[in-house]
Nanobody, 115 residues
Framework: QVQLVESGGGLVQPGGSLRLSCAAS????????MGWYRQISGKQRELVAS???????NYADFVKGRFTISRDNAQNTVYLQMSSLKPEDTAVYYC?????????WGQGTQVTVSS
């Protein structure tokens, strides 16, 4: 049974930082491409950052230079380090695991950026 469990969300002030974690189980984590998506209230889910099984990272323009995705294959975990957070980063953040036609999602973690 595949499980992706996100953690690390919360309330942070503008300009602050958070680190999201996604612990995976039930998959051979190292061969999966992993991603972080977010869904702002009333909008469609969008890609924030992704990292391939080989470690190549890709970022949405709106987070370049502020967010960093990384993975630890020994811990079956993918991270999203978020810095210089803005109120418009407020959203539910979802972890994604992808391999060819297989696609799995976590339950999401809320990030709220507000003073």
């Amino acid at each position: 049974q595949v499980q992706l469990v996100e953690s690390g969300g919360g309330l942070v002030q503008p300009g602050g930082s958070l680190r999201l974690s996604c612990a995976a189980s039930g998959i051979t984590f190292s061969i999966f491409d992993m991603g972080w998506y977010r869904q702002i209230s009333g909008k469609q889910r969008e890609l924030v950052a992704s990292i391939t099984s080989g470690g190549s990272a890709n970022y949405a323009d709106f987070v370049k230079g502020r967010f960093t995705i990384s993975r630890d294959n020994a811990q079956n975990t993918v991270y999203l380090q978020m810095s210089s957070l803005k109120p418009e980063d407020t959203a539910v953040y979802y972890c994604n695991a992808k391999l060819t036609k297989f696609n799995a999602w976590g339950q999401g973690t809320q990030v709220t950026v507000s003073s």
